[in-house]
């Protein structure tokens, strides 16, 4: 048998007040009143409840139908997500229907939900000392059994960022298994993606690897009627799975993709309802979780991936999304730096409203990248210009930092 491993990243910043530079001066500027000041909390709300209206709650509503039209048979459809804290938070204040549907999601049996940092973060790249990465992939399980009543068992980096440290902090944390990108360098000879590995630094820790062009071709390429195969059927979706190799193959992708991303008018929710029907057509292949799967299927090899090769999924498969210009360095040091002043003061508050900055989208929304990745980049992004999204970031950056030292002197 053939497993296909369906797994999604939901995930919303929270994007900053682009007027904090007017505001600071007319606003409420005490530190009960900074999450007011420093973060943008009408177009946040816009935002959730947008991306709830055409994706979260009519893609949740389609999986739940397919899970329920398969329960009875001998072959499932499961499928595993990754829901970051910052979208959790959101989703709480805003639109509380989706808790509620990705309780029932829950609930089924057949949906796996995933461990990472609960503010989809970069701390796992902060350096050899990752107690902050730990601390949020610990507040991120507890929100995860206090809203949806379940314990991580597989963790998914921001943005499937993977090296061997983190393997082995992973390990070490507890969890059995994790995702990564299956670009070909990391790769064992003669292997494709479509098996599951380990790793070589900590062999008990599993890895499952992304099947990107399987993934992109329903994430970035369904819509596109310049693509050769467009319009991409489920039938025909399902004979690529079908005459593919090896032990798993691994479709992951962004949430926002089903709804937002590609609009229901291209066919993606039909494609989605047809797709479980198509599958099961084949005898070899069945839905399965990622600790369905890591149980399964014996490791065939170990992955191997230095700290400086780190990969993602993003842009050109490495760390270059957040860190590829100056002005991204620039940001990334002023946020990493912060975090030993801002816990010796020990305040609750500005702690929680650093942690909100270490979000990966803030750098990522100052990427300079051209061609393709510079749409991407440009797509997600509320700023006009990366200046503009360095600018903002690093003015609010320094006025915690100032406020933070301030307090620590005034302490003494």
């Given at each position: 048998?053939?497993?296909?491993?369906?797994?999604?990243?939901?995930?919303?910043?929270?994007r900053l007040n682009e007027n904090?530079?007017?505001?600071?001066?007319?606003?409420?500027?005490?530190?009960?009143?900074?999450?007011?000041?420093?973060?943008?909390?009408?177009?946040?709300?816009?935002?959730?409840?947008?991306?709830?209206?055409?994706?979260?709650?009519?893609?949740?509503?389609?999986?739940?139908?397919?899970?329920?039209?398969?329960?009875?048979?001998?072959?499932?459809?499961?499928?595993?997500?990754?829901?970051?804290?910052?979208?959790?938070?959101?989703?709480?204040?805003?639109?509380?229907?989706?808790?509620?549907?990705?309780?029932?999601?829950?609930?089924t049996g057949c949906v796996e939900?995933?461990?990472?940092?609960?503010?989809?973060?970069?701390?796992?790249?902060?350096?050899?000392?990752?107690?902050?990465?730990?601390?949020?992939?610990?507040?991120?399980?507890?929100?995860?059994?206090?809203?949806?009543?379940?314990?991580?068992?597989?963790?998914?980096?921001?943005?499937?960022?993977?090296?061997?440290?983190?393997?082995?902090?992973?390990?070490?944390?507890?969890?059995?298994?994790?995702?990564?990108?299956?670009?070909?360098?990391?790769?064992?000879?003669?292997?494709?993606?479509?098996?599951?590995?380990?790793?070589?630094?900590?062999?008990?820790?599993?890895?499952?690897?992304?099947?990107?062009?399987?993934?992109?071709?329903?994430?970035?390429?369904?819509?596109?009627g310049r693509w050769e195969e467009?319009?991409?059927?489920?039938?025909?979706?399902?004979?690529?799975?079908?005459?593919?190799?090896?032990?798993?193959?691994?479709?992951?992708?962004?949430?926002?993709?089903?709804?937002?991303?590609?609009?229901?008018?291209?066919?993606?929710?039909?494609?989605?309802?047809?797709?479980?029907?198509?599958?099961?057509?084949?005898?070899?292949?069945?839905?399965?979780?990622?600790?369905?799967?890591?149980?399964?299927?014996?490791?065939?090899?170990?992955?191997?991936?230095?700290?400086?090769?780190?990969?993602?999924?993003?842009?050109?498969?490495?760390?270059?999304?957040?860190?590829?210009?100056?002005?991204?360095?620039?940001?990334?040091?002023?946020?990493?730096?912060?975090?030993?002043?801002?816990?010796?003061?020990?305040?609750?508050?500005?702690?929680?409203?650093?942690?909100?900055?270490?979000?990966?989208?803030?750098?990522?929304?100052?990427?300079?990248?051209?061609?393709?990745?510079?749409?991407?980049?440009?797509?997600?992004?509320?700023?006009?210009?990366?200046?503009?999204?360095?600018?903002?970031?690093?003015?609010?950056?320094?006025?915690?930092?100032?406020?933070?030292?301030?307090?620590?002197?005034?302490?003494?």
């Amino acid at each position: 048998m053939t497993s296909i491993v369906f797994y999604f990243q939901v995930h919303q910043p929270f994007r900053l007040n682009e007027n904090f530079r007017k505001d600071r001066f007319t606003h409420d500027n005490s530190t009960a009143n900074l999450e007011n000041l420093y973060f943008a909390e009408g177009l946040n709300k816009d935002i959730i409840q947008r991306v709830a209206k055409k994706c979260y709650l009519p893609a949740n509503k389609t999986w739940l139908k397919a899970i329920d039209e398969h329960k009875k048979e001998k072959k499932k459809v499961k499928i595993a997500f990754s829901v970051t804290g910052t979208v959790l938070e959101q989703a709480e204040r805003y639109q509380a229907d989706v808790i509620d549907s990705f309780k029932q999601l829950a609930e089924t049996g057949c949906v796996e939900f995933l461990g990472e940092t609960f503010y989809h973060s970069l701390t796992s790249i902060y350096g050899v000392d990752r107690s902050e990465f730990k601390e949020q992939v610990k507040m991120h399980t507890q929100a995860m059994k206090d809203l949806l009543g379940v314990k991580p068992t597989i963790f998914r980096n921001t943005e499937l960022i993977l090296n061997n440290s983190i393997m082995d902090t992973v390990s070490e944390m507890g969890f059995k298994g994790i995702m990564g990108e299956g670009i070909e360098h990391v790769l064992p000879k003669g292997k494709t993606s479509n098996f599951v590995f380990n790793s070589k630094t900590s062999p008990k820790l599993k890895v499952l690897l992304r099947n990107y062009k399987l993934s992109d071709d329903i994430a970035f390429r369904f819509s596109s009627g310049r693509w050769e195969e467009y319009p991409l059927y489920a039938d025909k979706y399902a004979s690529w799975l079908a005459t593919n190799k090896g032990d798993s193959i691994n479709i992951f992708m962004d949430y926002e993709s089903l709804g937002e991303h590609l609009w229901a008018e291209t066919g993606i929710f039909e494609f989605l309802e047809h797709l479980p029907g198509e599958l099961f057509k084949y005898d070899h292949l069945e839905f399965n979780s990622p600790s369905e799967v890591f149980d399964r299927y014996t490791a065939v090899h170990p992955i191997d991936i230095g700290d400086f090769g780190t990969i993602s999924w993003a842009d050109d498969r490495d760390v270059g999304a957040w860190l590829r210009n100056p002005l991204q360095h620039i940001s990334f040091d002023g946020q990493r730096f912060l975090e030993k002043p801002i816990k010796k003061l020990n305040d609750k508050t500005l702690l929680r409203l650093w942690r909100m900055l270490t979000t990966s989208d803030h750098l990522y929304y100052i990427s300079q990248a051209d061609a393709g990745p510079g749409e991407v980049h440009s797509y997600f992004s509320h700023y006009e210009h990366p200046i503009e999204a360095f600018a903002n970031y690093n003015e609010i950056i320094s006025d915690l930092s100032t406020r933070t030292l301030l307090m620590l002197k005034d302490k003494k």
